[in-house]
């Protein structure tokens, strides 16, 4: 039986799948079951960072699958202490949570920030302020974070306490803190809101609000983390760093794993019996994710990512002149958006048949998030596509 009939026979009707089957993977190329190639860059969503199916990686979950998978986090393991280890090592943060998926690092930062206030006796400190056109997860708690009408449609009543300010706007974010708020959350670039970069000047200021409110502040780094934007977080472009910080997507390039990093003040919130996952931070994962960021940091792939999204935003920039159906390009590293006067699902869709894989969001904003380790030759050859459909959409 064919494998799209069988999916939809039998899978929840979540997902409107392109008609594409997808069957093995290496490098920045995916083939599916016809034996067709098709250069990636989507990248899973922000997740295959180091490309698909990485030797090394395919070696260390060999490896790891040999050794442990799986105790419980009734005991220790090396490999888990190891990751929070080098984590904390690398980040603003002193302590690591380990979770299964993005969603599950913010809902734990959600509790943390709640419970860091309860356990300093202002338990009428609960509220989180959030962004307009954010996006947190799809779980009750992280959905009603999520600043988008159309992910929290249908599921009302949503958790108490979220309110929803517009990014990159101060003005607004101030009056929306009060005595009741206990964090501010937010993604450093808005990755799903359309790829929005705010001002530096934006997040100093956040974070001089955090500290005169005493609010705790949250960056999710879901997807901006593990490199993408050109550092190891999208932070330190900024110099603004925060208390609670969320990682997922590219941490396990693949396997699933999320990760909440706080600093220990406000880890202390959570004590034995606070929190817990029956499978967050198993050997298997956190081995692989260890091995994710030595390769990143160990083996030039960070280093060149700003060069690398620097050449496929000058062509992109090239495409503009010669097609103004593209309105604006924004982004950071290897986390391109380029805002369209159209829009994007038919470009995306003709794009696909010319054997390369993008992505639209927001309607009109189509998205570019290739693996890292992405040529320039790939770049030149998404380009000369991408001028081909504009061309031929022109006619
Ligand atoms: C993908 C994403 C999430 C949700 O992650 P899941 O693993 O799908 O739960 C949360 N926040 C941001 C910024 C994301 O990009």
């Not at 409107?16 to 997808?22: D, K």
């Not at 009741?180 to 997040?203: F, S």
């Not at 997922?248 to 999320?258: D, E, M, S």
Request: net charge negative; proline share 5%.
């Amino acid at each position: 039986m064919d494998i799209r009939q069988l999916a939809d026979a039998h899978i929840a009707n979540t997902y409107a799948r392109f008609p594409l089957a997808l069957v093995k993977g290496q490098g920045c190329t995916v083939w599916d079951d016809q034996g067709r190639a098709y250069v990636d860059f989507i990248a899973g969503i922000a997740v295959c960072n180091l490309g698909h199916c990485h030797p090394d990686l395919a070696a260390t979950l060999a490896e790891q699958a040999r050794t442990l998978w799986h105790v419980s986090n009734l005991y220790y393991t090396a490999p888990q202490a190891e990751l929070a280890a080098w984590l904390t090592a690398h980040s603003f943060a002193d302590r690591v949570f380990f979770a299964n998926s993005g969603a599950e690092a913010n809902e734990a930062a959600i509790k943390l920030a709640r419970k860091y206030f309860k356990d300093r006796g202002a338990p009428e400190r609960y509220r989180v302020v959030s962004m307009k056109q954010s996006f947190h997860g799809r779980t009750m708690a992280t959905l009603s974070a999520t600043g988008q009408e159309k992910v929290r449609k249908g599921y009302d009543p949503i958790l108490e306490g979220f309110d929803y300010a517009a990014f990159n706007d101060i003005e607004e974010l101030s009056c929306l803190v009060g005595p009741a708020t206990c964090a501010i959350m937010l993604e450093p670039i808005q990755g799903e809101g359309g790829v929005v970069v705010p001002d530096r000047e934006y997040l100093v200021q956040v974070r001089r609000l955090c500290d005169e409110t005493g609010c705790l502040l949250i960056y999710d780094e879901i997807q901006t983390g593990i490199g993408r934007t050109g550092k190891l977080f999208a932070y330190e472009h900024f110099g603004v760093a925060p208390d609670i910080l969320t990682l997922a997507k590219a941490l396990g390039n693949g396997l699933p794993i999320g990760a909440m990093l706080a600093t220990e003040q406000a880890a202390a919130a959570f004590v034995p019996g606070a929190h817990a996952s029956t499978f967050g931070g198993t050997p298997l994962v956190t081995a692989v994710a260890l091995k994710v960021l030595q390769i990143l940091t160990g083996e030039g792939v960070l280093e060149r990512v700003a060069e690398t999204g620097a050449y496929l935003r000058g062509h992109l920039e090239r495409l503009q002149s010669k097609h103004p159906v593209i309105k604006d390009i924004r982004g950071m590293g290897l986390l391109i958006g380029a805002r369209m006067d159209t829009p994007g699902a038919p470009i995306v869709r003709a794009c696909m048949e010319q054997g390369y894989l993008i992505n639209c969001i927001q309607d009109n904003i189509l998205r570019f998030a290739p693996p890292l380790i992405v040529t320039p030759a790939e770049i030149d050859g998404l380009m000369a596509c991408l001028d081909n459909v504009l061309s031929g959409m022109e006619q």
